[in-house]
């Protein structure tokens, strides 16, 4: 998109590391002069990959793909337990692990396949008497994630490897909207024995709409 004049109402994008959701509707109206503009889900700025973005009268067709499921590829990193959830926070708990039994593993995917109650990560905008949980958190106010239901259609190991004292798995997951990935990464170290956290994410699919037709930031 460096040099295409959007005329669409809808647009794909492909998210950058380290920026927040917003960042990008920011940046894109900043290049190409348009003010109205919104988008159909919040990635992390840990996260990457695809996002919807409503351009002028696009905008009003967002809600319908609010609820879309997803597909995720995310890397889980086996023992560590941050403050967010992701590589970003802050470590709350570390273990050095030796080795790890594959078949548990794969096992324990399998029994998280469909509806599953679990704790919003602290670190999201959830809200609690009116406020985000992250404010919260932020403001060092000690609270109680709420716990909600969650929904993973198939979860798929795709790699997994050691690196110094920590075991990495590779995953790709469909998930009903609103489920947390970071929620997600937590259950399947606690059904191990270990702390766990989201170390990559990258989403790959909304609905029908796929990364592969999404257009770079820059």
Do not use: C
Not at 40 to 67: H, Q, V, Y
């Amino acid at each position: 998109m460096k040099n295409e004049k959007i005329t669409k109402e809808i647009v794909l994008i492909d998210k950058p590391k380290g920026i927040t959701s917003f960042d990008v509707i920011r940046q894109l109206r900043k290049k190409y002069g348009i003010k109205k503009m919104g988008h159909s889900g919040t990635l992390d700025p840990l996260a990457t990959g695809l996002m919807i973005i409503g351009i002028g009268e696009g905008t009003k067709k967002l809600t319908k793909f609010i609820k879309l499921p997803k597909v995720y590829e995310s890397i889980v990193l086996l023992g560590k337990e941050t403050t967010t959830g992701d590589i970003a926070g802050e470590t709350l708990k570390e273990v050095k692990i030796q080795s790890l039994d594959i078949k548990k593993i794969k096992k324990t995917l399998n029994e998280m396949v469909g509806k599953i109650i679990l704790a919003v990560p602290l670190y999201s905008a959830v809200k609690i008497s009116g406020k985000p949980l992250y404010k919260l958190a932020r403001a060092g106010k000690k609270v109680k994630p709420p716990k909600k239901e969650m929904e993973i259609f198939w979860i798929k190991l795709l790699d997994h490897f050691k690196k110094n004292h920590y075991y990495f798995l590779k995953l790709e997951l469909k998930v009903k909207s609103g489920t947390y990935i970071r929620s997600i990464a937590k259950e399947i170290g606690k059904r191990l024995g270990l702390p766990a956290t989201v170390k990559e994410l990258r989403r790959l699919k909304i609905g029908n709409f796929s990364l592969k037709d999404a257009h770079p930031l820059n």
